[in-house]
């Protein structure tokens, strides 16, 4: 397939705090492809939301020549796959192992980080909530050790995928702004330097590509957003009505 051509065609249905709609356009600026971004309100779902992703009714979505792709870190293998000629390298590694390797990970950040984050937030007592920051915080330990073990056979200042950025740093790198935004919120230091030093220079990293700078949204508003959400622990709120 083209890449230049394919490209030009190219859409993505967002929400500007959205870590899944976050993950989708670094990926797209590392690829170097251009793309038109539509940001929705997911207080009233547009007729295009609801006719390219009718099963879950979230962001993001990707067209592509009009063709819907959803879930971000299926988008980000379509594009990986679809553009295997854009960008300075693949997401995934070349051999079958590293690839399942990573899609763990991956499955890990949703399946494990993310809902025990979200727990912070729901919980009704202090108990629920110190349960749900012991797991979060177990979360970040297994993302740490998982990061040691990448740059073990590499660069001590690479990323999950080795020497370049990877389907792993992209899936966590989307709580990047989230995670900056926790601690004026909630008072917790998701990753803490003094307890995860890998992680934490991976943070800043991310941070500093081009890709992330050109995606990432304002942390005064996710705070804002953010002190919302503890006030009104019952409202439905971006991430929420987000897909992964």
Known sequence: MDGAAGARELKVLGAWASPFVLRVRVALHLKGLDYEYVE????????????TNPVHKKVPVL?????????????VEY?????????????????????TVARFWTAYVDGELLSSWLAIFAAR?????AEAVARTLGAID?????LADAQRTGDENGWFGGDGVGLVDLAL????????????????RIVDPARAPRLA????????LDAAKA????????????????????AATATEDASK
């Not at 007592?125 to 909530?129: A, R, S, V």
């Open 173 to 188: 790198g989307g709580f990047v702004p989230a995670i900056q935004a926790s601690e004026p919120t909630t008072g917790l």
């Open 79 to 99: 594009l990986d796959e679809a553009f295997r000629g854009a960008g300075p390298a693949s997401f995934l590694p070349a051999d079958p192992h590293g690839r």
């Open 142 to 146: 297994a993302m740490e050790g998982a």
């Open 63 to 75: 067209l592509h020549r009009g063709k819907p792709v959803c879930e971000s870190m299926l988008i």
């Open 201 to 208: 220079a991976w943070a800043d990293r991310f941070c500093a």
């Open 125 to 129: 007592t202090e108990e629920e909530k």
């Open 215 to 234: 995606a990432m949204p304002s942390i005064e508003r996710l705070v804002e957003m953010g002190r919302k959400r503890i006030a009104e622990p019952h």
């Open 40 to 51: 929705l309100d997911l207080t009233d779902k547009s007729d295009l939301l609801l006719a």
